[in-house]
């Protein structure tokens, strides 16, 4: 059964920055991306940033491009370092795995954790 663990969440300040952690198990991923994606309360939820197998793919939304930056640990960890945070940021963050190319969309996911609240003060 394949696992997705998120951990690093938590309550900071405008400005400050926070590293979440994913990390997968359960099976051997080949060639898998990896994405995020967060849910702010009564919004849908929406992609974050993604990357691809071999960490040398990766896309970011437009409002977190230049201050999330999205890493490949290996074949089953990514770590996505937040920088610069700002209130409406504030969302439970979700780890989201595939096997095949980068994906944007979250319906293209087979695999997710649980998720990890963020909240950012103003």
């Known amino acids: 059964q394949v696992q997705l663990v998120e951990s690093g969440g938590g309550l900071v300040q405008a400005g400050d920055s926070l590293k979440l952690s994913c990390a997968a198990s359960?099976?051997?991923?080949?060639?898998?991306?990896m994405g995020w994606f967060r849910q702010a309360p009564g919004k849908e939820r929406e992609f974050v940033a993604a990357?691809?197998?071999?960490?040398?793919?990766t896309h970011y939304e437009a409002s977190v491009k230049g201050r999330f930056t999205l890493s490949r640990d290996n074949a089953t960890r990514c770590t996505l370092q937040m920088n610069s945070l700002k209130p409406e940021d504030t969302a439970v963050y979700y780890c989201?795995?595939?096997?095949?190319?980068?994906?944007?969309?979250?319906?293209?996911?087979?695999?997710w954790g649980q998720g990890t609240q963020v909240t950012v003060s103003s």
């Open positions: 359960g099976r051997t991923f080949v060639r898998s991306a």
């Open positions: 989201a795995l595939r096997e095949g190319i980068l994906e944007v969309d979250s319906t293209g996911y087979d695999y």
């Open positions: 990357i691809n197998y071999n960490g040398g793919i």
